[in-house]
């Protein structure tokens, strides 16, 4: 018996181990299987990528108006790698290279939003995890030719569909308060200014100390350093609060002042003038009173057009806001720049005054008498001057990033439409594409465009929601024709339409005269 029982176990053991063999031919792996890409054809990630790794993008037919520099008429702009790498007429593109035609369109630089926060939602964890750029707001601001927004002190790219390299760069200057409200606190400031500025001379003497004083005045070589004695570290200075302007003073950043008043005005052009560093004011609504002191000492300004002061009765002195400001200001030698007045997207409360009107606020300028290149630089190279942020961004020239906004017209205009926005060398907005606003004023006025709404549907949108204006007014005009007419070929009011037949009026009686009059 426990011989069989060997020799069955003995069975299906060589059962198993031929059928485990015929299953590992019948079914090859995977790897033996799958399909192999055909020969010379390029993946999605690949397709605008030549041999090289190198991402170009071949943009003709436009008009280039490069901010700095004449216009450029049916010219070429070549981009690689997201870097602008000429700009001309029939220039050399590599084989693998996406194109667009620009249709004759203008190209101008993409606007910097110098208050544009609101067009992406703030988070924790560093500026690159606030943005989202599948949002409305980013898509929205990409559709009016925003591409650089400043949220807080970091400059930050608009991108659809990704982040990378939206983050252009964070630390780009240092809010201070210097206002005559508050007189302890610009005696403060003034203070850390000097302390800051003898620290940074000290430092400047002792590097500056020639090698000859460490050889004891003999002209020769130091001495050689003993391995055995340990240098002593030089002492830090407990700066405090002062520290934060050294960055200032050596011109790595820039100091931003929230002044709007005269006097604020000229106390920010005396600290200027006197410690020489690099100023910001935003406001400047009474700047067209000390418009000269500003163009003097070299101060920027940030001004909002719009915005309305009313002035002071209490004063014989010119006071409030006036709608030439900047022109004024622009006259006198002061670089502006121009912001919208508020910092995120409205769609019910101020239409025209939110992060989106850029243009329009730099439009509103050229109504006071600013000319039309000056309003133009305000929202591009000169708002990215004041940041530190123009060798980037700010104008189309060649070694800077390609950021691209292809319009049907003048960009300051408010019936212009962006119809490509390009950043980073990357096509981010379509107008034909986004359903936000391809119904209005479409590049192809043959074609028939669907009714759509926004955010995009994720399926199939319901009949009933749909609106055509072609089907509604072709019913309207059937629905009237249907109508019945009177002898004059007006429509009869009819009871469906909820009209009230018309009531017979009572006949009037005579009036009486009362007794005792007229004799």
Known sequence: ????????????????????????????????????????????????????????????????????????????????????????????????????????????????????????????????????????????????????????????????????????????????????????????????????????????????????????????????????TKAAAPKKPNLGSAARLIPILEGKKAAVFNVSNAHDLLDVCELVEEFGFKAVVRGAIEGWTVASELGRSGVMAIVTPRVRQDPDRTTNRPTGSVMDNAAILYRHGVQIAISTSGSSVEMDGQPGKDALSVAWEAAAAVRGGLPDHAALESVTIVAARCYGIDDRVGSLEVGKDADIVICDGDILSYLTMPQWTIVNGRIVYDKEKEPLYRQVRSRDPSRTLPAQWWPRPFGEMPAEWAFDAKVAAEKKLAESEDKPKDDKGEEKPTEGDGAKPAEEKPAEEPVKEPAGKGR
Request: aromatic share 4%.
């Open 1 to 228: 018996m426990k011989i069989i029982a060997e020799r069955w176990l003995v069975a299906m053991a060589l059962v198993l181990l031929g059928s485990g063999l015929a299953w590992g031919q019948d079914d090859p792996p995977e790897e033996a299987t799958a399909e192999k890409p055909a020969e010379g054809a390029s993946t999605d990630d690949e397709a605008d990528e030549d041999d090289n790794g190198d991402r170009w993008l071949h943009v003709h037919n436009v008009d280039v108006y490069p901010v700095i520099g004449p216009v450029r008429r049916h010219a070429e702009i070549l981009i690689k790698n997201g870097k602008i790498v000429a700009i001309g007429r029939d220039l050399e593109t590599p084989e693998k290279v996406e194109v667009l035609d620009g249709m004759g369109f203008r190209a101008y630089p993409g606007l910097v939003a110098l208050n544009g926060a609101g067009l992406f939602p703030r988070a924790t964890g560093g500026m690159k995890n606030s943005l989202n750029p599948f949002g409305l707001q980013t898509i929205m601001g990409l559709a009016h030719g925003i591409t650089t927004v400043i949220s807080g002190s970091s400059a930050v790219k608009l991108q659809s569909g990704t982040n990378e390299d939206a983050v252009l760069r964070e630390g780009l200057f240092e809010g201070l308060l210097y206002s005559s409200r508050n007189p302890r606190g610009k005696s403060q400031l003034r203070d850390e200014f000097r302390r800051a500025r003898s620290h940074l001379r000290e430092l400047g003497s002792t590097e500056a100390k020639p090698a000859a004083a460490s050889a004891g005045g003999r002209g020769g070589p130091p001495p050689a350093a003993n391995p055995k």
